[in-house]
């Protein structure tokens, strides 16, 4: 993969993790009966669907220019780039184990990315 495709298929997992964040926003906000207004009214929840739609559409424009079995490995990037983004803005805690994860999938996205 070239440079500029690696860095468009880290956007799109950062998206994809920015994604989750508000997606747990959407749930918090949500009442306790759920309804199908409070879910179409849901400014995070729409949000969500909406960027991940954008960024489907940017996964499926990756995967036309570069092979599934090395774009697919930088979605295991999501494992550490959530936990993170979920410490610094919702508070979340950060456990070393999540870092000792994260550098582990990372050295597998590093290995499965190379020829």
Do not use: D
């Not at 996964?59 to 993170?84: E, N």
């Amino acid at each position: 993969m070239t440079l500029g495709l690696s860095l468009l298929t880290l956007l799109c997992v950062t998206c994809i993790s920015i994604g989750q964040l508000l997606f747990k926003k959407a749930a918090a906000t949500l009442p306790e009966t759920m309804s199908l207004v409070a879910l179409f009214t849901n400014p995070w929840l729409i949000a969500s669907l909406a960027l991940y739609g954008l960024t489907t559409l940017g996964w499926i424009w990756i995967l036309r220019h570069a092979p599934l079995h090395l774009a697919y490995p930088f979605m295991g990037l999501a494992f550490l780039i959530v936990p993170t983004l979920a410490w610094i803005f919702l508070g979340e805690p950060l456990h070393w184990r999540s870092f000792a994860g994260g550098a582990l999938i990372m050295a597998g996205v590093a290995l499965a990315s190379t020829h």
